[in-house]
């Protein structure tokens, strides 16, 4: 008996039942596929074909198990920017300012859309690190990029903890598609600017002082390592401009040459002036010089200023301004120029300060007389300016010298200071021309009685020499 299994024909013996023949293992339908053949010409291809399928099958899952993938195919090299030469524009630099920098490189066809180079500049630290400085963008054109760096001031202190006073930079180069180059070391500086302070002061367009016969002062009539008592007189007619040449140290040369503003201020009466000028001051320099005019004129009147401090101020350009220095200078301001006699130091003294404030002949010849009315009386002789020695008239009565005492100068200039009744005269007129007023004249000496018409000069010698007041007329012609 027999009965169909879906792999073969089972036969079963039906007089033995438990004795019939096993069917064969049921196989899969995979087996059954690749199952080999009995017989017949196809079987050794077979065999080969399944070899090689079960080779790759193995190598199949050996890469898998290495976690292999399917491998693309190898791609293109990408395209590289050389960049070369990285330069800064000069090779010393300051702080805080800006400088050049560039470098070479040339883009290839597939990224020349791609121009941009970016620079980014680096302080070394005292202990060797670096600091960012700055970063600036370029673009690479006919085989080269620039850019301009700022070069700002590390943050950096010195073993006293003051700032550094210089720093090395360096800057490095960088495109997206290549690699970073950087450029040689730029020492660069902290700037040093110029001080300055007034040294001399010379005055031009002034009309010079005689030192009471023993000549004029000379230039500079302001220095400053002198004592204020030895700085020269100074004097100007009447609504005139000031011009000084100012010569000033250079206390702290610049690292660069650089333009200096020089400005000055002071207030002579009524009138304020002021002084603005620019001098400019190289490394080198020592000493420096400008020639300056006051914006305003003196006072239009006469006067005598004893107490104006001229302030001096600089500044560099791009500085704060700095106090330079303070000067002060005797000044007397005339009516006019002087006329036919010297410029004596004691003359202005007693007329500038007597007629200050007169501005025509007649008011100043009033009020210039005045000195000699507040002087009456022993010991209250006006001084001369040279040495302080009292002025007098026939100090040593009877015995007064004869001669060399008739003159202006001979009161100037003389030791005990004293002259008789011409000398005196003449002292007055003097007075008056160096002011420019030359209608005064000496006409006749008369003792003091009711019909001698004159003005009061002081006597200074004892009245029981000479006991008569002598009375001096300086007649001015119409």
């Known amino acids: 008996m027999a009965y169909q299994h879906p792999v073969g024909i089972v036969m079963l013996d039906p007089f033995n039942p438990g004795k019939g023949k096993d069917p064969p293992a049921k196989k899969s339908w995979e087996e059954a596929l690749i199952q080999k053949p009995k017989g017949g010409g196809s079987g050794p291809r077979i065999k080969a074909e399944d070899e090689a399928s079960n080779q790759l099958a193995e190598e199949s899952e050996e890469d898998f198990k290495k976690g292999d993938k399917v491998k693309d195919p190898p791609s293109p090299p990408k395209p590289e920017v050389v960049l ?51 970063v600036q963008d370029g673009h690479l054109a006919n085989g080269k990029a620039s850019v301009v760096l700022t070069l700002w001031s590390p943050p950096f202190k010195d073993m006293q903890g003051k700032p550094v006073q210089q720093a090395d930079y360096t800057f490095k180069a960088k495109h997206r598609d290549g690699k970073e180059v950087e450029s040689p070391k730029l020492t660069v500086k902290r700037k040093i600017h110029s001080k300055l302070s007034l040294k001399e002061l010379t005055f031009k367009g002034n009309n010079p002082i005689d030192n009471d016969t023993f000549g004029n002062f000379p230039a500079p009539e302001w220095k400053v390592a002198r004592a204020q008592t ?10 005139q401009k000031i011009i000084l040449d100012a010569k000033f140290a250079v206390d702290v040369q610049p690292s660069l040459a650089e333009p200096v503003e020089i400005s000055a201020k002071t207030k002579f009466g009524s009138s304020s002036l002021e002084w603005k000028g620019t001098v400019n001051v190289n490394p080198g320099d020592t000493q420096v010089t400008l020639n300056l005019t006051s914006d ?21 350009k791009g500085q704060p301004e700095a106090a330079a220095g303070t000067s002060r200078n005797l000044l007397y301001v005339t009516l006019g ?9 004691t003359l202005l003294e007693i007329s500038c300060k007597g007629a200050a404030g007169a501005k025509d002949e007649d008011a100043f010849v009033k009020e210039s007389f005045k000195p000699f009315t507040n002087s009456l009386g022993d010991g209250k002789g006006i001084r001369r300016k040279r040495d302080g020695v009292e002025l007098t008239y026939y100090k040593m009565g009877g015995g007064t010298p004869s001669s060399g005492v008739f003159a202006c100068s001979d009161l100037l200039s003389r030791g005990d200071g004293t002259g008789r009744c011409g000398a005196w005269a003449r002292f007055q007129v003097a007075m008056h021309q160096a002011h420019g007023v030359t209608s005064s004249a000496v006409i006749g ?11 009061k000069i002081a006597p200074s010698p004892p009245r029981e020499a000479f006991p008569s007041l002598l009375r001096i007329k300086a007649k001015r012609n119409a």
Not at 296 to 316: A, Q, Y
Not at 445 to 455: D, E, F, I, K, T
């Open 230 to 239: 030895d700085q020269a007189p100074v004097a100007y007619a009447r609504n």
């Open 337 to 345: 120029d002087p006329s036919g006699t010297p410029n004596y130091w």
């Open 84 to 134: 070369s030469n990285p330069k800064w524009q000069a090779g010393s630099a300051f702080f805080d300012e800006t400088m050049g920098a560039s470098v070479e490189g040339t883009l290839p066809a597939e990224i020349s859309h791609l121009t941009r180079v970016t620079f980014t500049v680096n302080a070394k630290t005292p202990d060797g690190k670096t600091e960012r400085i700055d």
């Open 445 to 455: 000496v008369c003792q003091s009685r009711p019909n001698c018409l004159s003005s």
């Open 296 to 316: 305003r004129t003196l006072p239009n009147e006469v006067g005598c200023f004893e107490t104006s401090d001229i302030s001096w101020h600089m500044k560099p």
